[in-house]
């Protein structure tokens, strides 16, 4: 089966590694210039570098559809450059997966596929989409739903070693991004991290640098730019998140879910 995934960011890419695993073919798409955080497990880096690992599954920037479904069938995880998913009428996914973490529904239908799923906020099954999926940290992590939707954007980070909103580096003006540190680095409270300018970028709190946006992105005054993770563990910065696997197990149970319901009324 095919699934097409809107966004490549690091829970989408999550995702995508727990299909590709699963023995699913896997095409993505992003912006042009993606404004992922966690871009050491993330797919959207392939736009600016070519090629992604995440983990041990390979990632391919395609120039075209045709091009994305030969790089599926080698075994590689393929991107596109196509933030309106033009791609999806030549490509004719099996599943369209919505993970762009938008926080509503920007124009995904439950008619574009086969099968449809909306990952977080915004999304009502079954009017919009087949099932959506839990993204908010709690129990209901991962949880799929048939019918209802998601709880809404809370606007507040859930707790990761106890920090919430603290954990986020934000910049602190418009302007490009330029890092002053790296991913896996230990930074303390208070630490520059990036520049805007002439205007430095903090850490809130001690921890290890989990993500950063790349040098050259354009960033406005109180963009998520950073993420610092306070449990010390420089591991966790190449290694799928808990959450991100929670949602892609999720992802994982509504498609054999709706696959299983098509074969019974066969």
């Given at each position: 089966?095919?699934?097409?995934?809107?966004?490549?960011?690091?829970?989408?890419?999550?995702?995508?590694?727990r299909l590709f695993r699963s023995g699913f073919q896997v095409v993505m798409?992003?912006?042009?210039?993606?404004?992922?955080?966690r871009c050491t497990v993330a797919f959207s880096k392939a736009v600016s570098e070519g090629t992604a690992m995440v983990e041990?599954?390979?990632?391919?920037?395609a120039k075209t559809p045709e091009e994305a479904l030969a790089f599926a069938k080698e075994g590689k995880v393929a991107v596109l450059v196509d933030p309106e998913c033009k791609a999806l009428q030549a490509l004719r996914p099996d599943v369209l997966v919505d993970a762009i973490l938008a926080k509503r529904?920007?124009?995904?239908?439950?008619?574009?596929a086969p099968i449809v799923i909306g990952v977080g906020p915004g999304f009502t099954a079954p009017v919009d989409c087949h099932c959506?999926?839990?993204?908010?940290?709690?129990?209901?992590?991962?949880?799929?739903?048939?019918?209802g939707s998601p709880a809404p954007n809370s606007g507040i980070p859930g707790l990761v070693g106890g920090y919430g909103i603290e954990r986020l580096v934000r910049s602190s003006a418009d302007g490009v991004f330029e890092p002053k540190a790296k991913i896996g680095d230990i930074v303390k409270a208070g630490q520059v991290v990036a520049m805007v300018g002439e205007s430095p970028v903090c850490a809130q709190i001690d921890g290890v640098l989990r993500g950063l946006l790349p040098a050259g992105t354009p960033v406005t005054e109180g963009m998520k730019s950073g993420d610092v993770d306070p449990r010390c563990k420089v591991e966790h910065c190449y290694t799928v998140s808990d959450k991100a696997r929670a949602i892609g197990g999720g992802v994982l149970e509504a498609i054999l879910h709706q696959r299983a319901l098509a074969e019974k009324q066969i």
């Open positions: 089966m095919l699934v097409l995934i809107k966004g490549a960011g690091d829970l989408a890419s999550g995702i995508a590694v798409t992003d912006i042009a210039m993606p404004t992922t955080v041990d599954v390979p990632g391919a920037l529904n920007t124009g995904t239908a439950k008619e574009d959506a999926v839990e993204t908010q940290r709690g129990h209901h992590l991962g949880r799929v739903f048939y019918e």
